[in-house]
């Protein structure tokens, strides 16, 4: 079975930092692009960054330059998004997504469209 699974979401206070996951069953993520979007109340999906397959080439929206940043473990069959100096705004529901063309475009990332598999989400609520 294909499935992706998120996870490392949590209630964190403003400045602090979380670590997310994503790892998969039936694939392997070293050969899929890997993009992480957030969704939070009455917003719509944004997305957070991206991680190309195999040249290396991440993108990350302006908000979150500079304090995210998108990691792989190929060992681990993992895709990482470290998020330090967390904002109030930061909070929403996470979910990292799969596509089968393998690059990101480093200025504008990949539509959500793009992508064929998606984690369920995980919650990050940054909050005193």
């Known amino acids: 079975q294909v499935q992706l699974v998120d996870s490392g979401g949590d209630l964190v206070q403003p400045g602090g930092s979380l670590r997310l996951s994503c790892t998969s069953s039936?694939?392997?993520?070293?050969?899929?692009?890997i993009g992480w979007f957030r969704q939070a109340p009455g917003k719509e999906r944004e997305g957070v960054s991206c991680?190309?397959?195999?040249?290396?080439?991440?993108y990350y929206t302006d908000s979150v330059k500079g304090r995210f940043s998108i990691s792989r473990d190929n060992a681990k069959n993992t895709v990482y998004l470290q998020m330090n100096s967390l904002k109030p705004e930061d909070t929403a529901v996470y979910y990292c997504?799969?596509?089968?063309?393998?690059?990101?475009?480093?200025?504008?990332?990949?539509?959500?469209?793009?992508?064929?598999?998606w984690g369920q989400g995980t919650q990050v609520t940054v909050s005193l």
């Open positions: 997504a799969a596509s089968t063309a393998g690059w990101c475009p480093t200025t504008t990332g990949k539509s959500a469209v793009e992508y064929s598999y």
């Open positions: 039936g694939f392997t993520l070293a050969y899929y692009a």
């Open positions: 991680s190309s397959s195999s040249n290396g080439k991440t």
